[in-house]
């Protein structure tokens, strides 16, 4: 299994990105998939999750109502849609699959697979 990032950039505070993570290797329709990110000097946090078929998220307080997940698994695809930015939301945003389909986790150690994350920056 391989996860592509991509879609990350420099932006200016308010505005909004679309991060994007294609699976290869396996159907994305077997993998529970999660966003993170990592700040510099900071640890790596939960952002968003999602299951299997789409039907139930899980968002972090820190972005909740600002930011959403969503996964087309024909596309073998799982975005992130990021509105309003702040400052605070520059990181290394990774994506992650998780091996139970319904999982929500938030814990990093419980996901097997890893992209290579996808840097956004905002500026103010």
């Known amino acids: 299994v391989q996860l592509q990032a991509s879609g990350g950039g420099l932006v200016q505070a308010l505005a909004s990105l679309r991060v994007s993570c294609a699976m290869s290797g396996r159907p994305l329709s077997s993998y529970a998939m999660g966003w993170f990110r990592q700040a510099p000097g900071k640890e790596r946090e939960f952002v968003a999750a999602v299951v299997w078929s789409g039907t139930m998220t899980s968002i972090a307080d820190s972005v909740k109502g600002r930011f959403s997940i969503s996964r087309d698994n024909a596309k073998n695809t799982v975005y992130l849609q990021m509105n309003s930015l702040k400052t605070e939301d520059t990181a290394v945003y990774y994506c992650?699959?998780?091996?139970?389909?319904?999982?929500?986790?938030?814990?990093?150690?419980?996901?097997?697979?890893w992209g290579q994350g996808t840097e956004v920056t905002v500026s103010s």
């Open positions: 992650a699959a998780h091996e139970h389909p319904y999982s929500r986790s938030s814990s990093p150690s419980e996901y097997t697979y």
